[in-house]
């Protein structure tokens, strides 16, 4: 059983569902709201519990080709007839692609998307819950749209033409409720790894280990001298963190500069600032879940131009340091579903009839009708639940084999798009040239797992005084109190009393590594845990650290989602190991070369793990095709 009660290892299994209908609601009233299928065969996606993201069902079939090298025999018969355009992928590329190439060829446009998940979306997941009939809504993968200041011309228009008005969210998004609220940053660190460690409020903002002002750094002062650590190391943090010397006087800038890009950010702290690995272990992960490792194979130059605190002393302006994978507008362009909020517009723009949804507000709580997506009657059908094993050019286009409940299945179209990631196109495009599956298999995707904990109340929060926690040592790198959003009728939980989301990340990192190494070991790591391991690395840190606060797990959890994606966020160039790579020039470039009729489009082919790398690849892939 389950540490919690009323939530039994059953309801877990294989990440099945604790739907309305488990929790007590009627088989029919589940099926007139969409919940089960009338035949019993899915349930509806957003609302599983258990282990999601590459979920059970979801991935076993492309192991199988690239770890065992099993085939799949061609099926003589194909189905549905000539298809316009198949996609493999439905993530926010492939459905980008199509809601653009049905731009190109027109509303008859016969256009079909195959996905190995069982819903769509692919990293951009939505998580739903019912905790005491209040629906929380929350997102399971991609997080917000970043900096779209930024984007292409074609992204941005992409965005409107879905109907996606980003500024909007300066009235959606309430930027100071956190501060209004009297919450700030905390730190955590994990009570079995630092013995007597307890939760320690930190600063306003989500920042723990830097001070911009005489206040902060008393505030940091007063932390640093409470952790639990050797007197020497509280002297070498307070000294790195708080005093923050010019440890590069003897320097003139250019040459700093060159220094920092070469040289990790652990390196400067051990190198200059005599800190061990007791206090290093406190610092290393904060920015796990932006790079995928630590500050171990993270430059000093990354760390300059994000402001830690011992970069601060340096006399050298972030802002006057190029920023090739950061903007500065405000992280404020979520909607309650992260980026799913994008891909369920392009479903709504793509299938109406599946999602009725006519604005960005709509979208926020219309339900998605998942056996309307492929209807025979549709111009554009999505396909779940069916991996690709064998993509390759004819005579009169492109084929595509894939299985789906077990069956092997064979369409034919025109011209295709291959949306999924870069590392099982080796596997399934027999016609790719050696150079190009170098290339390909080059990087490695940064794997990580969202964790979405449904809380009847946040009480305990709000006696701690956080609503970000640092927590160093344990399983997790973070966690926060969901993004106080409100729109389309959809209203954050603002009060102490309202249930709400709490957001844990979880990125494996193997230290000493460079990063894509890193980032396989840490695949490998994610794969052999259970949903148990995560449950009670879960009840254990919000335990130590809330408890003391009123925090009690089986009164106060009413569900668990873990989005595991062991192939998480596309790999984007690490100045440390990498050079001058970037998106505009780096092995992605000739790994995305179009292969006959089948043109790639991932966000691994922009080298970019944000929404416009994949819109920005769906652009050039149907340009490829189209022109």
Not at 317 to 331: L, N, R
Not at 398 to 409: A, I, L, P, S
Not at 426 to 443: G, K, N, T, V, Y
Not at 602 to 618: F, T
């Amino acid at each position: 059983m389950s540490r919690l009660k009323g939530i039994s290892r059953r309801d877990f299994m294989g990440g099945v569902a604790l739907t309305g209908l488990a929790a007590g609601m009627s088989p029919a009233r589940a099926m007139a709201e969409g919940l089960v299928s009338s035949d019993g065969a899915w349930t509806y996606p957003p609302s599983k519990m258990g282990l999601r993201g590459s979920h059970v069902g979801s991935f076993e079939v492309a192991h199988a080709i690239s770890w065992e090298g099993k085939t799949y025999e061609r099926p003589d018969e194909r189905k549905d007839g000539l298809y316009d355009l198949v996609i493999v992928g439905g993530g926010i590329s492939g459905l980008a692609s199509a809601v653009l190439a049905q731009e190109k060829l027109g509303p008859d446009a016969r256009i079909l998307i195959l996905d190995n998940h069982d819903d769509f979306g692919g990293h951009a997941k939505r998580n739903e819950f019912d905790v005491d009939g209040k629906i929380l809504i929350g997102y399971g993968g991609s997080q917000t749209i970043d900096t779209p200041g930024n984007y292409s011309e074609g992204s941005r228009a992409f965005l409107e033409t879905i109907g996606i008005d980003t500024e909007k969210f300066y009235r959606y998004f309430d930027q100071s409720f956190y501060e209004r609220a009297g919450l700030g940053a905390g730190v955590h660190p994990d009570a079995e790894t630092y013995e007597g460690s307890k939760l320690m409020r930190c600063g306003a903002s989500y920042g723990v280990w830097a001070a911009y002002d005489e206040e902060g750094k008393a505030r940091l002062a007063e932390v640093i001298a409470e952790l639990p650590i050797s007197g020497d190391q509280k002297k070498a943090m307070h000294h790195w963190l708080v005093e923050q010397p010019n440890w590069l006087a003897d320097m003139p800038e250019g040459e700093k500069l060159e220094f920092l890009r070469t040289h990790s950010y652990e390196h400067c702290m051990r190198e200059f600032g005599g800190l061990d690995e007791e206090a290093l272990l406190l610092m290393r992960n904060e920015m796990t879940g932006l790079w995928g490792v630590g500050w171990d194979a993270i430059s000093g130059l990354e760390a300059l131009r994000l402001g830690q605190g011992g970069t601060l002393g340096l006399g050298i302006d972030p802002h006057s340091v190029p920023k090739p994978y950061h903007g500065d507008e405000p992280y404020i362009f979520h909607f309650p579903d992260g980026n799913a909020g994008v891909a369920r517009l392009a479903v709504a723009k793509l299938i109406p009839n599946a999602l009725e949804a006519n604005s960005m507000e709509a979208e926020v709580k219309a339900r998605v009708h998942y056996d309307r997506l492929d209807l025979p009657g549709n111009m554009v059908r999505i396909r779940l639940s069916s991996t690709a094993v064998d993509a390759r050019n004819t005579d009169t286009g492109v084929e595509v084999t894939y299985v789906r409940d077990g069956r092997v299945e064979r369409v034919e179209a025109r011209a295709g798009i291959m949306a999924c990631y870069n590392h099982i196109l080796p596997f399934i495009m027999p016609e790719l040239p050696e150079e190009q599956r170098e290339a390909l298999d080059w990087p490695e995707k940064v794997p990580l797992t969202y964790i979405n904990v449904a809380l009847r109340n946040w009480r305990a929060f709000k006696a701690a005084g956080v609503h970000h926690v640092l927590s160093p040592g344990s399983m997790f790198s973070n966690y926060s109190l969901d993004f106080p959003v409100s729109m389309g009728g959809y209203n954050f939980a603002a009060s102490p009393d309202d249930p709400i989301l709490l957001h844990m990340t979880y990125v494996p990192t193997a230290p000493g590594l460079i990063a894509r190494e890193q980032h396989k070991a840490g695949r490998y790591e994610m794969y052999g845990l259970s949903f148990e391991d995560f449950e009670e690395a879960i009840v254990r840190e919000l335990t130590d650290a809330m408890g003391p606060y009123g925090f009690d797990a089986e009164r106060d959890i009413a569900g668990i989602t873990v989005n595991r994606w062991p192939h998480g966020y596309a790999y984007e160039y690490n100045e440390l190991f990498d050079g001058d790579w970037s998106p505009k020039k780096g092995p992605h470039v000739a790994a995305r070369k179009k292969v006959g009729k089948l043109a790639i489009a991932n966000s691994d082919s922009s080298a970019y793990a944000y929404v416009n790398g994949a819109v920005d690849a769906a652009i050039r892939a149907v340009g490829e095709l189209y022109g």
